[in-house]
């Protein structure tokens, strides 16, 4: 199972992720961002990924708008300064434009197989684990697979410490956004964005 659902603003700006070619022509992915507000007054800035041929790309277009958006939540490899990164993103399967006082949504869901270890952190503001879940793409040849990162904080962090390589497990939780510098050079500074899935519920399927 891999299942998302957002609600929020458009950012209205887009630009070119990658090409593919389908029967022989190229077609045009372009890179957008959707913005979830949170209870606490902050944000969530997600990554979406559409078809310059897409209807569902209309829909990304104007920021005053508030959007509900389903999906699948994926990865995709790439290669930026000669590194192999993953990137997430959302693989919307249906849009809609929703009233503006809707309220927000974030929302996760996935079965999969932790393959990577547990990382445990201890923070200032409590216990934080991280790890890695391995998510069947159903229904698609050319790739079998997604690779999510997951990270928990305070009881869930706890509950998923005990958590082994390989557990099988079905989540639900929310996409986290996070800013963040990287120091190119001596002279050089980046400014990038880190996405992960935020777990706030937690059911162990071994």
Same mark, same amino acid.
């Not at 569902?56 to 708008?65: D, E, P, Q, S, T």
């Not at 590194?83 to 009233?99: D, G, L, Q």
């Not at 509950?159 to 120091?183: A, C, F, N, P, Q």
């Given at each position: ?19 593919? !070619? ?13 913005? =979830? ?87 200032? =503001?409590? @216990?934080?684990?991280?790890?890695? @879940?391995?998510?069947?793409r ?17 009881d869930?962090? !706890? ?10 497990? =079905?989540?639900?939780?929310r996409?986290? =956004? ?12 980046? !400014? ?9 519920? @937690?059911?162990?399927?071994?």
């Amino acid at each position: 199972m891999n299942y998302i659902h957002i609600v929020g603003n458009p950012t209205g700006e887009f630009s070119e992720n990658h090409v593919i !070619k389908i029967n022989g022509i190229d077609k045009v992915v372009y890179e957008t961002h959707i913005i =979830s507000k949170t209870a606490s007054g902050g944000h969530n800035k997600i990554k979406v990924l559409v078809n310059d041929k897409s209807k569902i790309m209309n829909f990304f277009r104007n920021a005053n708008h508030v959007i509900s958006v389903y999906g699948d939540y994926r990865s995709f490899n790439k290669d930026i300064d000669n590194k192999r990164i993953s990137e997430m993103y959302i693989k919307v399967s249906e849009a809609k434009r929703v009233i503006r006082s809707s309220k927000h949504i974030n929302k996760v869901e996935m079965n999969g197989e932790i393959i990577s270890e547990i990382i445990e952190k201890h923070t200032k =503001s409590g @216990l934080v684990i991280e790890t890695r @879940l391995r998510v069947k793409r159903e229904n698609n040849p050319h790739k079998k697979y997604d690779y999510i990162q997951l990270v928990a904080y305070g009881d869930m962090a !706890k509950k998923m410490l005990g958590l082994e390589k390989y557990d099988k497990i =079905s989540i639900t939780g929310r996409v986290h =956004s996070r800013d963040y510098e990287k120091k190119i050079s001596d002279n050089e500074i980046k !400014k990038k964005t880190a996405y992960e899935v935020a777990v706030y519920k @937690l059911k162990i399927l071994n």
